[in-house]
């Protein structure tokens, strides 16, 4: 089955801490993003890779930080520098370049940080 | 600034009719759309794409309606049943060899039986 899997689904941290969201894709997908999602806000991208070793910020990176060292997997650690980090995370990926390609999606995460 | 602008956050519609959820964006270099499904606590699931060399693009139920001099889309969904009711995004991307997808607020779709 080709899919993308996240874990944990929900994942609890004290303030402060740092926290590694894990993302694995087994679709032989090029590119992948984070994106957060917040109540009444629509998916704001965090982070995206187009390429193995290669990514860039999105929209709302301060706060984060990822790595892509392997084509499948794409983690994002959210630090004790992001100033409000619950929320849901989605982990993507597509085909390649966005247009005509469709993103798929993982199931999330949902982070509270107490 | 909100590219992609989905400006009823929820809309209420009765099981068999016809439900029609619209999507505004500003740039006019997007040139493909995509429309996706959520449920709660779950990830989005596509549903159904258009290109700009298009202006309808239909799969089953779902029709989504692409006009381009007022930067407009829908997506009909023709019988809405109570399976449908979840939140629905438009995305949006441009052929300028983007990675990005721009997606909307979300609208939140409830079919009464």
């Known amino acids: 089955d080709g899919g993308i899997t996240q874990s944990p689904k929900y994942l609890f941290r004290k303030e402060g801490q740092n926290v590694t969201l894990s993302c694995e894709q087994n679709?032989?997908?090029?590119?992948m993003y984070w994106y957060r999602q917040d109540p009444g806000q629509g998916l704001r991208l965090i982070y995206y890779?187009?390429?193995?070793?290669?990514?860039q910020k999105g929209d709302i990176a301060e706060g984060y930080s990822v790595s892509r060292e392997k084509k499948e997997s794409f983690p994002l650690t959210v630090t004790s520098a992001q100033k409000n980090p619950t929320a849901f995370y989605l982990c993507?990926?597509?085909?390649?370049?966005?247009?005509?390609?469709?993103?798929?999606f993982g199931p999330g995460t949902r982070l509270t940080v107490l | 600034d909100q590219q992609v602008k989905q400006n009823s956050p929820s809309l209420s519609v009765q099981e068999g009719r016809i439900s029609i959820l619209n999507c505004d964006y500003t740039?006019?270099?997007?040139?493909?759309f995509l429309w996706y499904k959520k449920y709660p606590a779950e990830g989005p699931t596509f549903l159904i794409s258009?290109?700009?060399?298009?202006d309808k693009n239909e799969d089953g139920r779902f029709t989504v309606f692409l006009n381009k001099s007022a930067k407009h889309l829908s997506l009909h969904i023709v019988p809405s049943q109570p399976g449908d009711s979840a939140v629905y995004f438009c995305?949006?991307?441009?052929?300028?060899?983007?990675?990005?997808?721009?997606f909307g607020t979300g609208t939140r779709l409830k079919v009464l039986a």
């Open positions: 890779s187009q390429i193995v070793n290669d990514f």
């Open positions: 993507a990926s597509s085909i390649g370049r966005a247009n005509g390609n469709e993103q798929f």
């Open positions: 258009i290109s700009s060399i298009k």
């Open positions: 995305a949006a991307s441009a052929s300028s060899g983007t990675y990005k997808y721009i």
């Open positions: 679709l032989n997908h090029d590119a």
């Open positions: 740039n006019s270099m997007f040139d493909y």
